[in-house]
């Protein structure tokens, strides 16, 4: 004997229902799974396309695009800077900056040192020492040592001379020493002795000689004319320069 099991049936509304959720279900599925595969594509794709930037800073411009190349990446110098603590020709600057993720043939752009600012050293010959001092400032430049010499040939308190010499190439903060004219040589003669003379005619001298009348002393003295010259300074034999001061003592 046969024994038949009649299994429970769908309505048929319901058995519609289930196959349409079943059909988006599997259709969310695939989407989702056509996405995840697309993202780790696009992913895989941009890796392959992407580099990272070496550190160009410090090279030589040559060494800079060989390291540059062999990343697929291209250097392009867009300035040029002077900076005292990187050696002329070698990379200032960079950007992207070093350890960057960009693209291959991007293009790297460059700040080329040009070594510390080279000044040119100015003429100041026959300068005032005030001028000198304002040009030296302006140009990055600093006074140095200062000699005084005599010289006919050049004024007094004017540069006859420089070191380093001009139009010398120089760093920032060179040192420009001078040698600066104390005017032409004071002639020497030797005192005269004016004791015994008269007061009028001492002066006399001294205005015709060139120099300068000092104080006049007046002592009582017995013996001797009033205005008689009995002393002197600087004394008698000693040297003695145009438009020095000289002092008399005479009698009252």
């Known amino acids: 004997m046969k024994i038949r099991v009649r299994m429970p049936t769908l309505p048929p509304m319901r058995r519609v229902l289930a196959a349409a959720a079943w059909g988006i279900a599997t259709a969310t599925l695939m989407g989702i799974a056509f996405v995840m595969a697309f993202f780790y594509s696009m992913r895989g794709d941009q890796r392959a396309t992407e580099t990272r930037v070496p550190d160009l800073r410090g090279l030589t411009l040559e060494a800079a695009g060989e390291m540059a190349g062999s990343v697929s990446l291209i250097t392009e110098v867009v300035d040029q800077r ?73 004024e007094t308190g004017r540069i006859i001379s420089q070191v380093p010499p001009p139009l010398s190439p120089a760093v920032p903060n060179t040192r420009i020493h001078r040698l600066v004219s104390s005017g032409s040589r004071p002639i020497v003669w030797v005192m005269p002795d004016l004791t015994g003379e008269s007061q009028a005619t001492a002066s006399r001298w001294l205005d015709a000689a060139g120099f300068r009348r000092g104080a006049v002393r007046r002592v009582t003295m017995s013996g001797l004319e009033p205005g008689t010259v009995i002393g002197q300074s600087p004394l008698s034999g000693h040297p003695i320069r145009a438009r020095d001061i000289v002092e008399l003592t005479i009698v009252h």
């Open 82 to 154: 002077h900076d005292p603590a990187v050696a002329s020709g070698r990379i200032l600057q960079q950007v992207p900056p070093p350890d960057s993720s960009v693209r291959r043939g991007r293009r790297i752009k460059l700040i080329v040192s040009l070594g510390g600012q080279v000044l040119e050293v100015p003429d100041l010959t026959h300068e005032t020492s005030r001028t000198m001092t304002i040009e030296l400032r302006r140009q990055g430049l600093v006074a140095g040592d200062e000699v005084r010499v005599f010289s006919s040939k050049v």
